[in-house]
């Protein structure tokens, strides 16, 4: 048995961005369709058969509350906005359980029910259908892999070593030290992504990174002292953005294999989001 879980905020935002407008009465449905389409074309195909879709329903999350610059919904294209809740009950009517998440984030959502899914033995492999880097941190051998479905590509965990520079287990003290402007975590100055790499292949954690550079025992290391320096006068911002880079996995949504199982979709509400998006839903193909 193979769990797929998809990200669906990305897959909106990537629908909005990579195919043009379209109206239906008035409302702009272009990237709600594209994403009703997609998933129903996997669906389709028959390669899913136990599935869940995430999305931010809201932007902020408990995330906001711990740090003011945290990414928020600010900037965002009313007309995008306006799609997530036909995006959610597009997914829904095709018979996948949605999590529409509102105090934590779609990120968490998926952590969860990748972490749940991975202790199940009746569950062969968990696939994890989203590009961000904070989801390589949920990354189990070849038990627990994230795949982009657009170039197909699977990171599995020597993978994401390979890419990152760094375990999964490391990665939220990768993003941290370096920071995700995605996200609105600033990261130390001076730290990149080969330097943070580099000690965290020693150290694994932040926490266990010692104040005196002497002590880290790098290998090819430039600039030690002023990388210490930063993480000597910011340790407790870079604490709190590993908090806020790490993914939770104690999210109160329904996500064990059994109730991921594909049963077909609910013809019914599939009828009636496509009228609402101006679709035929004879060419929606289940």
């Not at 629908?15 to 389709?44: D, I, K, M, T, Y």
């Not at 990120?107 to 202790?119: F, G, S, V, Y």
Request: charged share 25%; with cysteine; aromatic share 6%.
């Amino acid at each position: 048995m193979v769990v797929h879980l998809f990200d669906g905020t990305y897959e909106l935002f990537r629908a909005w961005f990579g195919a043009p407008p379209a109206q239906h009465n008035g409302r702009e449905v272009g990237a709600a369709r594209v994403v009703l389409r997609s998933l129903a074309g996997l669906l389709g195909r028959g390669g899913v058969t136990h599935a869940g879709v995430a999305y931010d329903h809201v932007i902020e999350s408990f995330r906001n509350v711990l740090f003011a610059d945290y990414k928020t919904g600010e900037g965002i294209d009313e007309r995008l906005f306006s799609q997530f809740e036909l995006a959610e009950r597009a997914a829904a009517s095709l018979g996948l359980v949605v999590w529409p998440m509102i105090d934590f984030e779609a990120d968490d959502a998926i952590a969860t029910a990748a972490a749940r899914n991975a202790a199940d033995p009746a569950v062969d492999k968990v696939v994890i259908a989203a590009v961000d880097k904070d989801m390589c941190q949920c990354v189990i051998g070849e038990r627990v892999v994230c795949w982009d479905r657009w170039k197909d590509v699977t990171l599995d965990e020597p993978a994401v070593i390979a890419k990152h520079g760094v375990p999964p287990a490391s990665i939220p003290d990768l993003l941290a030290l370096v920071g995700d402007t995605a996200d609105g975590i600033p990261g130390l100055p001076g730290w990149g992504k080969s330097s943070a790499a580099k000690v965290l292949s020693v150290w694994k954690t932040i926490a266990a990174i010692p104040d005196d550079p002497a002590q880290w025992n790098v290998a090819g290391l430039r600039g030690a002292e002023r990388l210490a320096v930063a993480l000597r006068e910011q340790r407790a911002e870079a604490t709190l953005y590993r908090t806020l880079a790490t993914l939770r996995i104690d999210c109160p949504i329904p996500c064990d294999a059994e109730a991921l199982r594909w049963r077909g979709p609910d013809r019914p509400a599939l009828a009636a989001i496509c009228a609402e998006l101006g679709l035929d839903p004879g060419l929606i193909r289940l």
